[in-house]
């Protein structure tokens, strides 16, 4: 039988075949393997007799299929696009964090949706400056008021027909937006601390939600830092679209963008025609994936 993960917990895998849903062990031969299975994943699976206490079906992973991508985290797999959530404030967005989660969407050619949340705590000329930077390098932004439903019936329809990840730090409104999406009160909604003003994580496990006919929403846990995947720090240039029409234009064909002559590139930035806040945290990444390769 084949199926769609649409849920991991504590090693048990939730398949959907039909709508029918079958609670799976993995077989141990994956853990030789060194390939775990993901939400989001197709596999292959036989059902064994009984049935759980939940009345579910008992199976066994025997295959995953093959991918289309894979994320680290949050933790999935055959994801269409991104949806990268953010408060405008209460917390007030940690611009260096949505840059790393961006730049690890472009690097898995994940299309990235952002949304700006929580628009009645912010000025409107912050939240417009801030959309407008991510409009000019390319992305669709959207800015939000997720208690009073502002701009989530543009959001529903941005992603209609895809399969969806979602990513951004507790405290953002990640659920309530998912409740709305998923057209019912799925996730519970945390309250921000008060003594660092970040989100009480709301959500302990991946899951795969069905929000329409062919659409889908993976909701995973909120967090606080990223990391970008391991990668050659000249690959880095590719996962910042800005750059792109410009390093052609370099001087040298392994231009770093950082002290060559005849940089495109920095020639652009000091024209403003690219952000330097975004190409500061070019700089932190570069340097990063620079040091990791040191000690590999």
């Known amino acids: 039988m084949k199926g769609r993960i649409i849920k991991g917990i504590a090693g048990f895998y939730y398949v959907s075949d039909n709508n029918k849903i079958t609670e799976c062990h993995a ?23 009984g049935l759980t206490e939940d009345g579910l079906l008992k199976g066994h992973i025997k295959s995953i299929l093959p991918r289309k991508n894979s994320l680290i985290r949050p933790a999935a797999a055959n994801i269409d696009c991104a949806l990268v959530i953010f408060a405008l404030k209460d917390p007030d967005p940690d611009i260096s964090l949505l840059d790393r989660i961006l730049v690890t969407m472009e690097y898995y050619d994940i299309k990235s949706f952002i949304v700006f949340n929580k628009s009645d705590l912010a000025k409107k000329e912050y939240a417009d400056e801030l959309s407008d930077r991510y409009k000019k390098i390319g992305y669709k932004t959207f800015v939000t008021d997720a208690r009073d439903k502002i701009g989530l019936s543009e959001v529903r329809k941005a992603i209609e027909g895809q399969v969806t990840a979602v990513a951004g730090p507790s405290g953002a409104g990640k659920s309530t937006i998912i409740n709305y999406l998923a057209g019912r009160e799925h996730m519970e909604t945390g309250e921000i601390s008060r003594k660092n003003r970040r989100g009480k994580n709301t959500t302990r496990h991946a899951e795969l939600l069905e929000i329409g006919k062919d659409s889908y929403i993976l909701d995973t846990p909120g967090f606080s830092s990223f990391r970008i995947p391991d990668m050659d720090p000249a690959g880095l240039t590719a996962c910042f679209p800005e750059f792109m029409p410009f390093y052609p234009k ?25 952000d330097r806040t975004r190409y500061y945290d070019y700089l932190f990444m570069y340097n990063d994936l620079k040091e990791r390769k040191r000690f590999r």
């Open 27 to 49: 077989k141990g031969r994956f853990r030789y393997d060194g390939m775990s299975p993901l939400v989001g994943d197709f596999v292959t699976f036989d059902i064994i007799d």
């Open 250 to 274: 370099c001087k040298y064909r392994e231009c770093s963008h950082i002290s060559e002559p005849d940089c495109a590139v920095k020639e652009a930035l000091e024209s403003g025609i690219i």
